[in-house]
C-alpha cells in the first residue's frame, strides 16, 4: 500500500467510495466523476502504479482482474449492450491516479476511438 494513494485509500477504506464488488484481490467502485451513465473502476487491492508494472508473479492476479472486470459489466447491467475497457498509462496515456485500474465505460454507446 502506498500512503498518499487515493486508490488504497478506498481499499483499506480510509475515504469512502460507492464498492460495487470486492474480493481478497480486487474492488470495484464507481467513478466520482462518471463520463457515462455506467462509469466504474476495478482495480488490484495490491498497490500497483501502472501497467507498466505488472510482472510475471502477477499473471494469476491479472487474470483474475480482467474476468472481474467482465463480471463487474454484467452485474452492472451493461455486458448485453456493451461497454468500453480503458487503461491509461503513465503521462501520455492520460494516467491521473498511479495505482492501475481498468475503467468500464457503458450504457450508452460510447463514440470512436479518437485520441486528441
Ligand atoms: P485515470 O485518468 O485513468 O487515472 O482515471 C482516474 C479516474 O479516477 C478518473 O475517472 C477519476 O474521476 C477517478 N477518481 C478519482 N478519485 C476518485 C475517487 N475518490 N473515487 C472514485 N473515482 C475517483
Ligand atoms: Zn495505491
Given at each position: 500500500?502506498s500512503?498518499?494513494?487515493i486508490?488504497?485509500?478506498?481499499?483499506?477504506?480510509?475515504?469512502?467510495?460507492?464498492?460495487?464488488y470486492?474480493?481478497d484481490?480486487?474492488?470495484?467502485?464507481?467513478?466520482?466523476?462518471p463520463?457515462?451513465?455506467?462509469?466504474?473502476?476495478v482495480i488490484?487491492?495490491?498497490?500497483?502504479v501502472?501497467?507498466?508494472?505488472?510482472?510475471?508473479?502477477?499473471?494469476?492476479?491479472?487474470?483474475?482482474?480482467?474476468?472481474?472486470?467482465?463480471?463487474?459489466?454484467?452485474?452492472?447491467?451493461?455486458a448485453?449492450?456493451?461497454?468500453?475497457?480503458?487503461?491509461?498509462?503513465?503521462?501520455?496515456?492520460?494516467?491521473?491516479?498511479?495505482?492501475?485500474?481498468?475503467?468500464i465505460?457503458?450504457?450508452r454507446?460510447?463514440?470512436?476511438?479518437?485520441?486528441?
Amino acid at each position: 500500500m502506498s500512503s498518499d494513494c487515493i486508490f488504497c485509500k478506498i481499499v483499506n477504506g480510509t475515504i469512502p467510495a460507492r464498492k460495487i464488488y470486492e474480493d481478497d484481490q480486487v474492488v470495484a467502485f464507481h467513478d466520482i466523476h462518471p463520463q457515462t451513465p455506467v462509469h466504474a473502476l476495478v482495480i488490484p487491492k495490491r498497490h500497483i502504479v501502472c501497467l507498466d508494472d505488472l510482472r510475471d508473479e502477477d499473471r494469476t492476479m491479472a487474470g483474475h482482474l480482467l474476468e472481474r472486470v467482465a463480471h463487474v459489466a454484467r452485474e452492472l447491467g451493461v455486458a448485453a449492450e456493451g461497454y468500453r475497457t480503458l487503461i491509461n498509462t503513465r503521462e501520455h496515456g492520460g494516467q491521473e491516479v498511479d495505482h492501475l485500474h481498468i475503467h468500464i465505460l457503458g450504457g450508452r454507446r460510447v463514440g470512436p476511438m479518437v485520441c486528441r
